[in-house]
């Protein structure tokens, strides 16, 4: 009886152990936009006049581009479901998993993809919106699932037309409030292959605490003079995470 419970004991004492390593795991904010999918063929605009695949995007990302030509939106947003699902997880992407090992990792996305998801990353939460629901033009707070097409006249529950869970330009973006207080418990604060010039979530990096190590990936450093205690890594997405790994190794 005393060996049974020394076993149980040493159980629970191996436990505790391995559940304080988990809470102490240092908290790791990660905000990626475009330029981190990219390396999956995923096309951006920012990088073509304007233009995201030959579209202007007021013309497809907008309330008004979806009142004045639906079928066009929903043609657009169609293709874009059929390049995501073609796509792969990429370095990045799968590296940026691989740290949840040693960090508690809370990624913050701009991409409407599932690559983070796919890659591993079990924490994500997209400012802009996800490729795979639709929701009602008249409820944003319910979605459904949608692998294939939607076609005009595809009506949700409550009669209304249903259109890509995407956040376009003019429109609230209901999650930066969540992602705010994500970026304010931030121990450590990574931007990935963003310009930071689309806001809400470019002002996201002002709400991690000044004096946290912060590192900012991308093949063109945007500008970030008011930015405290940086590091910048001027090299592609995949390139970038596997040089931020050995950094993180020395902290």
Same mark, same amino acid.
């Given at each position: ?20 390593? $988990? %809470?102490?795991?240092? $908290?790791?904010?990660?905000? %990626?936009? #475009? ?12 990088? %073509? ?32 479901? $059929?390049?995501?699902?073609? #796509? ?40 802009h919106g996800e490729i795979f629901k639709m929701r009602s033009v008249n409820d944003g707070s319910k979605t459904f699932p ?36 994500? #970026? ?9 292959? %963003? ?12 709400? #991690? ?8 990936i991308d093949k063109n450093i945007p500008y970030t003079s008011s930015i405290d205690n940086l590091t910048t890594i001027e ?6 995470? $596997? ?9």
């Amino acid at each position: 009886m005393l060996f049974a419970y020394t076993i149980i004991g040493f159980s629970m004492f191996a436990w505790l152990i391995c559940m304080q390593e $988990k %809470t102490n795991k240092q $908290k790791l904010v990660v905000l %990626t936009g #475009a330029g981190i999918s990219a390396e999956s063929g995923l096309r951006t605009f920012r990088d %073509t006049d304007g233009l995201w695949e030959g579209y202007n995007v007021y013309e497809v990302a907008t309330p008004g581009g979806f009142r004045k030509d639906p079928q066009q939106v929903l043609d657009f947003y169609n293709m874009r479901r $059929k390049d995501v699902a073609a #796509a792969k997880p990429n370095a990045a992407h799968i590296g940026l998993a691989e740290l949840e090992e040693y960090f508690d990792v809370h990624i913050i996305t701009q991409n409407i993809d599932d690559l983070h998801e796919r890659g591993g990353s079990t924490r994500v939460l997209h400012l802009h919106g996800e490729i795979f629901k639709m929701r009602s033009v008249n409820d944003g707070s319910k979605t459904f699932p949608i692998k294939g097409d939607i076609h005009l006249g595809d009506l949700a529950e409550d009669g209304g037309q249903l259109r890509p869970h995407i956040v376009w330009f003019e429109e609230p973006v209901p999650m930066i409030e969540e992602a705010a207080r994500i #970026a304010r418990e931030a121990e450590i604060f990574v931007v990935i292959g %963003t310009s930071l010039q689309v806001y809400p979530a470019a002002g996201l990096v002002n709400y #991690a605490k000044r004096y946290i190590p912060k590192f900012i990936i991308d093949k063109n450093i945007p500008y970030t003079s008011s930015i405290d205690n940086l590091t910048t890594i001027e090299k592609p997405a995949s390139e970038g995470v $596997k040089e931020l790994k050995r950094l993180l190794s020395g902290l």
